[in-house]
């Protein structure tokens, strides 16, 4: 019964929800009882009947692995071990690419961070078993990746047996949790994959440039890794290949390159029998990426909408505060000597066209570039 | 009270007379407790949740007094290179399994009596020592038991262990649901040491909703199927799986309950057993007759 006048209730709610259109669709989606922000039956726009919070310590669920506290101490249900010490920052980093805040604080509002004891009793002999316990929820977020990670369901990698333990302080502990940071991550730069595909076993990867000049974020491909990904896996050391075995469909294997590639692209592009060269503008385009060039990403110059956008090979069609005035020569790697530095673009470059060999002939009868300079090479910077 | 004892005696030993010679115990012997309350507790064993740390194992022994040793020794997961089975030193064990679908990690298996609600056990009895309680559980009466071991052959799960050392008070030994905690109110020994609730305690028709929702909500953790649900008519232990049972030395049975159960005994899977049931029959009565005979001459003196 208690039940059923809950369904209603949230059915009331959502269809009067739904009524008033200013309310955002998030906000709909949030799939959270009412009740965990709202003290009454039927919040309005005007009367949001908000549950009081302590607004100025209000944080969200998608702050920064770096923004959240280092070290909290777990004390709930000290029976047999001690208090457990949960170095929280260093957790969030790593759990960064593994699905996030939300991988633990599951169900959050984007309000504050609620407690595992809103909603997970801390007795196991209850009523609503929809749930797990407040014993079991915890257990469950920490000894997943435990035993994965480690192989090992002891309790004492991180419970102290309550009668070895020796209390402190708690700015002793803060202090030795002070700082814990996840190492940074090393990235690979080239990936070989050999894959069971009949035609082009081999994928060639360039990992860097996914992530460096495409500019791809580490958590749009990977969204729910485990720590075993790089920890207790046989890193490939030697060059071969990695075997990929796979029962997946086509669409579940490309998940990640089709989100950019087009599913119809020729396979030939990554697929080949040999391993493929990285991208090579030059090559692609004919116009070579210079030391200033060489370490944009692609969307500085081509919008980061896809497929790029294309673009003339006419510097400021990029640069377009360069004029007379304010650009320096320099920049190409020629400094011009005094004379020169006084004329305007277009004497040496005709029609201001920067992609054709500058020309003398202007001024002079027999000189031509580049066996005469207008200057002294002072290499690109 | 000498008297009704030996009433009880002489009604039991005609019972056990009948099945030895024409083995058709079920119309002689006295109807043993069968309750099946709709309330009864039952138990959802989730091993997409359970990590294998066996503090159940523990646990269990603790509360019953048998050796447990200390906990951490329990850490040790050399143990899962075999597959082992409740016996009676251990009346629960977890076995360990390849990992299922949408996993890497390995499926570990606790293994205890299913507490069926149509108990095999419970009508292969031929003294009535064993009864299915009204919360639930499948429990035996130790000065009943004669040591027939009709159980460990009816039990669909092989589970009754047979305490072989103690010759003298031979003795069924298996997972009892904790039936003296939980009349004390407490929980299970197991259920309550278990860190990730792999192990939910509650009302059977509670857990089988729960379960439904569980497999509707994670339709990429787990198989379609809780095992127990039907089986054998039902059972008060049920599990959930990311890989078909039968992977997991689940047997494969029927949704009826056990032959045996509701027949008389003469026909089901006893039929086919007819020379060793008669023997052990015989050796059973003659086992309870000399320990009854020990007990009465103490009663009586
Ligand atoms: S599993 Fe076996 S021992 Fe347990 S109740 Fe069922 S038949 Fe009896
Ligand atoms: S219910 Fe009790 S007897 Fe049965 S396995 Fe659990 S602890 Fe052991
Ligand atoms: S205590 Fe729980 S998690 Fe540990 S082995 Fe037993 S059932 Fe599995």
């Keep these: 019964m208690k039940k059923f006048n809950y369904l209603l209730t949230v059915l009331f709610l959502v269809t009067s929800v739904s009524a008033q259109q200013n309310i955002g669709k998030k906000h709909l989606q949030l799939n959270i009882n009412c009740k ?122 991180c419970h102290v047996p309550l009668k070895d333990y020796k209390p402190e302080k708690k700015e002793v502990i803060q202090k030795r949790y002070a700082g814990k940071e996840h190492p940074v991550i090393l990235e690979p730069t080239k990936l070989v994959y050999e894959t069971n595909s009949a035609k082009g076993k081999l994928v060639t990867f360039y990992h860097d440039d996914h992530s460096k000049k495409f500019g791809i974020s580490c958590i749009s491909c990977h969204k729910q890794e485990s720590c075993s990904k790089c920890h207790g896996v046989n890193r490939v050391t030697d060059n071969k290949p990695i075997k990929v075995d796979t029962k997946n469909t086509f669409e579940e294997q490309h998940r990640n390159c089709i989100s950019c590639h087009s599913k119809n692209e020729d396979c030939s592009k990554c697929h080949s029998d040999k391993v493929l060269a990285p991208f090579d503008h030059y090559k692609s385009t004919g116009w070579a990426l210079n030391k200033y060039h060489i370490n944009l990403s692609c969307a500085k110059c081509h919008g980061s909408k896809l497929p790029y956008k294309k673009v003339d090979n006419q510097c400021i069609s990029c640069h377009q505060g360069w004029n007379n005035e304010n650009f320096k020569h320099s920049v190409t790697g020629l400094q011009l000597d005094e004379m020169h530095s006084e004329l305007s673009c277009e004497d040496c470059h005709l029609e201001n066209n920067f992609a054709i060999k500058p020309s003398c002939t202007n001024c002079h009868d027999d000189y031509s570039y580049p066996k005469q300079k207008p200057g002294k090479v002072v290499g690109k910077k | ?26 119309t002689a012997k006295a109807g043993p407790k069968n309750i099946l309350s709709p309330d009864r507790m039952g138990v959802l064993v989730d091993t997409t949740v359970c990590v294998g740390c066996r503090n159940c194992e523990w646990a269990c022994k603790d509360a019953h007094n048998l050796p447990a040793g200390n906990l951490e020794s329990y850490e040790d997961r050399k143990v899962f290179e075999k597959k082992r089975r409740p016996d009676h030193t251990a009346l629960t064990v ?45 429990i035996w009466d ?81 198989i379609d199927h809780i095992f127990g649900e039907y089986e054998v008519g039902g059972t008060s232990w049920m599990y959930l799986a990311n890989k078909d049972f039968s992977e997991l030395d689940f047997p494969k049975l029927g949704d009826k309950p056990a032959p045996g159960v509701s027949e008389s005994i003469q026909h089901g899977i006893f039929a086919y057993f007819v020379p060793p049931v008669s023997l052990y029959a015989l050796l059973g009565g003659i086992m309870w007759i000399s320990k009854r005979r020990k007990e009465l001459e103490e009663e009586l003196k």
């Excluded at chain 1, 949001?48 to 070290?71: D, G, N």
């Excluded at chain 1, 504050?112 to 609503?128: A, D, G, V, W, Y």
């Excluded at chain 2, 103690?166 to 298996?174: F, G, Q, R, T």
């Design chain 1, 36 to 157: 965990t922000c709202h003290t009454c039956d039927v919040p309005t726009k005007n009367e949001p009947c908000l549950v009081t919070c302590p607004r100025e310590r209000i944080a969200t669920v998608y702050q920064k692995p770096e923004e959240t506290p280092e070290l909290i101490v777990i004390n709930e249900l000290v029976k047999r071990y001690s208090p457990v010490y949960f170095s929280h920052r260093i957790h969030a980093q790593m759990s960064a690419m593994g699905g996030g805040c939300e991988g633990c604080h599951h169900h959050n509002t984007t309000g504050p961070i609620l407690k595992c004891n809103s909603c997970h009793e801390p007795n196991r002999k209850r009523e609503n078993i929809s749930l797990p316990d407040l014993k079991g929820a915890y257990h469950r977020q920490c000894m997943d990746c435990h035993r994965e990670w480690s192989g090992e369901t002891g309790c004492n990698s």
């Design chain 2, 1 to 26: 009270m000498p008297g009704k004892s030996r009433r009880d005696f002489l009604k039991k030993s005609a019972i056990i007379g009948a099945g030895i010679t024409g083995l058709s115990t079920s």
């Design chain 2, 94 to 138: 977890v076995n360990e399994y390849s990992p299922g679908k949408n996993s890497n990690m390995p499926v570990d298996v606790k293994v205890q009596c299913m507490h069926c609600d149509h108990p095999a056990c419970v009508s292969a009895c031929i003294v009535g020592a064993f009864s299915k309680q009204e919360n639930g559980s499948v």
């Design chain 2, 142 to 222: 130790t000065d009943m038991c004669i040591g027939c071991r009709y159980c460990m052959v009816a039990c669909p799960f092989q589970v009754p262990a047979f305490e072989y050392h103690k010759a003298l008070h031979p003795d069924i030994m298996k997972c009892d649901f904790c039936f003296e905690r939980t009349k004390e109110g407490k929980l299970p020994a197991c259920v309550e040491i278990c860190p990730v609730e792999a192990l939910t305690y509650g009302p059977r028709t509670e857990l089988v909703r729960v379960a439904r929702e569980r497999i509707k909500k994670n339709p990429d953790r787990y």
